[in-house]
């Protein structure tokens, strides 16, 4: 059989290249090798967003964006986390095992505090949630970044916990880092991140995709000045969609020197227009018949309640809570 793959992604407004070539790329790909479960983790963002139209409209579009940008409900598992309601009892069930000693020492509540969102008891109780979101479909592998590989290992934790004091219940969920997927900077060369307001957008106008492109930070030196391809952010971008000779044509400019930075973003700009287009088109349908993209969630949640409910069948037993 298949191995499951687990991958979730907040509803949190327009998508961009780091969430492409950081997550949705690999999802897609995942399509063909494994048995792909990918979720719009609406419940999660109740954390940061309390307003019920907003949600709404933010849960609609990133599904049209995840289903533009690839992922195929005939291949995969596609679903709302809300929609399926198996795991917010799961989470409780879970909490009641979870030490506050544990819970105190994730540094992603800590890091979200800092960074000004409100502390919540949903914002410290987020990795419970997400290792029900894991262990209610009985995942084998989760595609982390380092920031959540410690939300996986509470996963592992309370998963071993719970089969060790009721019986083999949970398979234990295995990460998965790949190593050599680099950092995508985002146009001031930190992370790309909604939170540093410095992201390339996939899905926006053509004006703003390209005023994006062009505010790309560079270092000062013109275009006849020798330049380091290793140190520049459009270079590192231009990486993820450049063919190996084109990478040495451009490698081979910079360090000889007469390519200006505005040259090599407009091969970029270029280079995503490209890339992008399918998608957008795709994109615009979907969001033209929202009633098809309605459908295709309900299915996929109906799928998945199958499966939790099987989960959750042999939590209620062991726990005495069938009676």
Same mark, same amino acid.
């Given at each position: ?137 009985? %995942? #084998? !592998?989760?595609?982390?970044? @380092?920031?959540?590989?410690?939300? $996986? *290992? ?5 998963? /071993? ?122 994109? %615009? #349908? !979907?969001?033209?018949?929202? @009633?098809?993209?309605?459908?295709? $969630? *309900? ?5 998945? /309640? ?18």
């Amino acid at each position: 059989m298949k191995k499951r793959v687990l991958s979730g992604i907040q509803p949190s407004g327009k998508l961009h290249l780091g969430n492409y070539f950081g997550m949705i790329k690999r999802m897609v790909e995942y399509q063909g090798q494994a048995d792909l479960f990918c979720f719009i983790a609406n419940l999660h963002s109740l954390t940061t967003i309390q307003d019920a139209e907003i949600l709404k409209k933010l849960t609609l579009e990133a599904a049209i964006d995840l289903l533009a940008l690839g992922i195929d409900p005939e291949k995969s598992h596609f679903w709302v986390q809300s929609d399926v309601p198996e795991v917010t009892e799961l989470a409780w069930i879970l909490s009641n095992i979870s030490s506050m000693g544990m819970m105190e020492r994730a540094h992603s509540y800590k890091d979200k505090i800092a960074k000004g969102i409100q502390p919540s008891l949903g914002l410290f109780n987020y990795p419970v949630l997400m290792a029900a979101d894991i262990l209610l479909i009985q %995942a #084998d !592998l989760v595609p982390v970044g @380092k920031d959540q590989k410690q939300h $996986l *290992e509470m996963t592992r934790d309370l998963a /071993s916990k719970f089969n060790h004091h009721c019986g083999e219940t949970f398979v234990i969920p295995e990460p998965d880092i790949q190593k050599d997927l680099a950092i995508i900077p985002g146009t001031d060369g930190q992370k790309m991140s909604k939170s540093y307001n410095n992201t390339i957008p996939i899905f926006g106008s053509e004006k703003e995709i390209k005023k994006a492109v062009m505010s790309i930070v560079t270092d000062s030196k013109g275009v006849e000045e020798p330049k380091d391809p290793e140190s520049c952010n459009v270079f590192a971008l231009y990486k993820h969609f450049a063919t190996a000779a084109e990478l040495k044509e451009m490698e081979a400019g910079y360090k000889k020197g007469g390519m200006g930075y505005g040259d090599a973003k407009k091969k970029l700009l270029e280079k995503i227009k490209i890339h992008f287009t399918p998608y957008q088109e795709k994109r %615009a #349908d !979907l969001a033209a018949h929202p @009633k098809k993209v309605e459908a295709i $969630l *309900e299915a996929g949640a109906k799928k998945v /309640s199958s499966i939790s409910l099987k989960t959750l069948k042999k939590v209620r037993e062991k726990t005495g809570l069938s009676h």
